[in-house]
């Protein structure tokens, strides 16, 4: 039975700000509530108390446990205001299942929403609102074992459940985006609309318009529209780039977050907007205000928060791991059972710079899936740039020197590796053949031994 309702349970657990279990004597063996300061379940301290202790305002008549006890059926989605030893009142929306074993009642389960006094749900339902699978990303997407970027994870689990303004600073390519995205998911607005708006990609001359919407007639062309701020009302509204943002535009962005009030372009009427402002920028904050960039007025008030992510050259040792998740991304998404990469490539991945970061991390997998043809990513796989930057000649070739393999293999493969570069910067065959100082029917040989 118990088995029975946990099922039933599963399906709102999201929905759910707290759960108490309780034995047929009446004695709480397990209670936890949703701490909203926290973003997670916390024991409320009530285990092992009996249940009309822990809530003196109930009795045998009112309490839903012995209700439930008395007629052995559920009570669903009940309203109960409830007073607890502590003297908290709150307002519930309960749901009570039995629990029975061998056919006899051994206790009750109660889930239950906080209310608010017109019975609206104050915490869970707004936070846990189910999103379309995939549609946002979660800490979950945030992969990293260096120390800095674990307590960086940390802080923004603990920041996501506020409200105040937040600047994401760091290079290009190091995921700012996903950054963004995983505060609104894990913030009391996840049930609500993100929107993200990227600020470089669009003229200044359109951006206040697309920010704070349009009057029909106040310029040619212009219709009744939302602004991006209206249309965020309640969610989050992502500013990448905020540093291409036009410093006029940044005038009416600081007076529309600090009264919370927008007018539309054309408009006479004041509108109220609910919006949680989370902001990115590519570069340092305090040379932009240096070099007339950036306000300052609202650098402070956008940034009271700024979470700043290391390039990937100074976390070595999230590369490879980022490079195998990735892997097992392209994987699922391509249906293909790549098995990894060959102690080679591993070297070069790991002395790169990166230049482009964790974007370009990505880009170089998903260019191994288009072009290799085994199961293992190989240098042949992966863009050549990264062999060679600055078009100098690494030492990676010959650090492929595993005893697992023999001599002749790994001079096998180096070989390999050397006529596939310079194929790939040759006009023809008998180009290639001069440029490595053998016959053309000895490179013909070769390309037809290593299947080029």
């Known amino acids: 039975m118990l088995t029975k309702y946990l099922q039933s349970i599963s399906d709102l657990y999201d929905h759910i700000d707290a759960m108490l279990i309780t034995n047929k004597e009446g004695i709480v063996e397990y209670s936890i509530i949703y701490g909203p300061e926290k973003n997670s379940f916390e ?58 074993f061998n056919q006899e009642l051994i206790g009750t389960i109660e889930v239950s929403i906080l209310a608010s006094k017109d019975g609206k749900p104050l915490y869970r339902t707004s936070y846990s609102k189910k999103l379309e699978k995939g549609s946002f990303y979660t800490l979950d ?23 105040s303004p937040i600047m994401i600073c760091g290079e290009t390519g190091t995921g700012k985006e996903l950054v963004a995205q ?19 990609a669009i003229p200044a001359t359109l951006l206040e318009s697309t920010l704070f919407g349009t009057v029909k007639g106040s310029f040619t062309g212009a219709e009744d529209r939302k602004g991006l701020f209206e249309l ?67 650098y402070y008030r956008i940034g009271v928060i700024q979470l700043n992510l290391l390039p990937l050259r100074e976390r070595k040792e999230d590369i490879l791991l980022l490079a195998d998740w990735f892997l097992q991304k392209y994987n699922a998404d391509r ?17 790169y710079d990166w230049p482009g970061n964790i974007r370009e991390l990505r880009n170089a997998i998903e260019y191994a899936f288009n072009v290799s043809t085994g199961d293992t990513v190989t240098l042949k796989d992966i863009p050549e740039h990264l062999l060679f930057p600055n078009n100098r000649q690494q030492r990676y070739l010959a650090q492929d020197l595993t005893p697992a393999k023999s001599l002749f293999k790994q001079v096998d493969e180096y070989e390999k590796d050397i006529i596939l570069n310079t194929l790939s910067h040759s006009r023809n065959i008998s180009d290639a053949a001069k440029k490595l100082g053998i016959t053309r029917q000895a490179l013909q040989y070769k390309i037809h031994k290593y299947h080029l």
Do not use: W
């Open 232 to 298: 965020a009302h309640n969610g989050t509204l992502f500013l990448d780039e905020l540093n291409s943002m036009d410093i006029g535009v940044q005038a009416k962005l600081l007076k529309a977050i600090e009264e919370k009030k927008i007018r539309r372009v054309g408009g006479e009427r004041e509108i109220a907007i609910n919006v949680r402002i989370v902001s990115a920028m590519n570069e340092d904050p305090f040379q932009a205000i240096r070099d007339g960039i950036i306000r300052s007025d609202l």
């Open 43 to 100: 024991n409320e301290g009530f285990t092992g108390k009996h249940i009309l202790d822990v809530y003196p305002s109930l009795s045998k008549e009112t309490s839903s446990h012995y209700r439930v006890m008395g007629c052995g059926k559920p009570i669903i989605s009940e309203r109960q205001e409830l007073t607890d030893l502590n003297g908290k009142t709150s307002i519930f929306i309960n749901s009570t299942f039995p629990i029975e």
């Open 335 to 351: 249906n293909k059972t790549m098995k990894g990469f060959n102690d080679m490539t591993k070297n070069v991945f790991s002395d």
């Open 182 to 200: 995983a505060i609104h998911s894990h913030s009391l607005r996840a049930g609500e609309v993100f929107i993200s708006q990227n600020c470089s």
């Open 141 to 163: 997407d945030f992969i990293t074992v260096n120390p800095l970027m674990l307590e960086l994870k940390e802080k923004i689990r603990r920041i996501s459940t506020g409200d």
